[in-house]
């Protein structure tokens, strides 16, 4: 019988599951060893029940990572190996695509709840993407008004330096009578 899970019943909040999501190649996603984490199961099940499936798992789902990223996914997160003993193997990387396609090779509930929480996750990251780069369009469009106004209020303070450079103009002689005791019309 199919009984629904409510995210506490899981124990594992959504900014765990986003923290978890990479940026590599370009692509936001999930490595392997922090998936079977999430789905409690043993890195190297996962990877099995995967490669009995491959035909599932195209490159835009899953990639493997190469020495260098794996290198500089393990610097950037400061442990000297995944794992007791390190690992034999590099990383495999789970597209969006790829996760979702796990929970139909991974067939316990656990693996549809935590897919669903991490479909949720990379809807959420998705979302915050792109008001970002909405944020960022407005910023550019305001910096480049502000360019516009910066150099035209330059433009005014050249000019006004240039008129300071000029000679005082003499005062003209007025051209008229003077009358005794009266003020010069």
Do not use: W
Request: proline share 3%; aromatic share 10%.
């Amino acid at each position: 019988m199919f009984t629904k899970h409510t995210n506490a019943e899981l124990i594992v909040p959504i900014e765990r599951i986003e923290g978890q999501i990479c940026f590599i190649r370009g692509e936001k996603v999930m490595l392997d060893a922090d998936l079977a984490k999430l789905y409690q199961v043993e890195t190297k099940a996962l990877n099995r029940a995967v490669k009995r499936n491959l035909d599932r798992f195209p490159e835009d789902f899953m990639f493997q990572l190469t020495k260098e990223e794996f290198d500089n996914l393990r610097y950037q997160s400061g442990t000297s190996s995944f794992g007791y003993g390190g690992r034999r193997y590099l990383l495999y990387a789970f597209t969006e695509l790829g996760v979702a396609m796990l929970s139909s090779v991974l067939k316990s509930q656990r693996a549809v709840q935590m897919n669903i929480l991490i479909m949720r996750a990379f809807v959420k990251l998705r979302d915050l993407i792109a008001s970002h780069k909405d944020l960022a369009a407005r910023i550019e469009k305001f910096e480049f008004g502000q360019d516009q106004h910066a150099s035209v209020i330059n433009l005014l303070a050249e000019d006004i330096e240039n008129l300071k450079l000029l000679p005082p103009e003499e005062s003209k002689k007025r051209i008229g009578f003077i009358v005794d005791g009266a003020s010069p019309i």
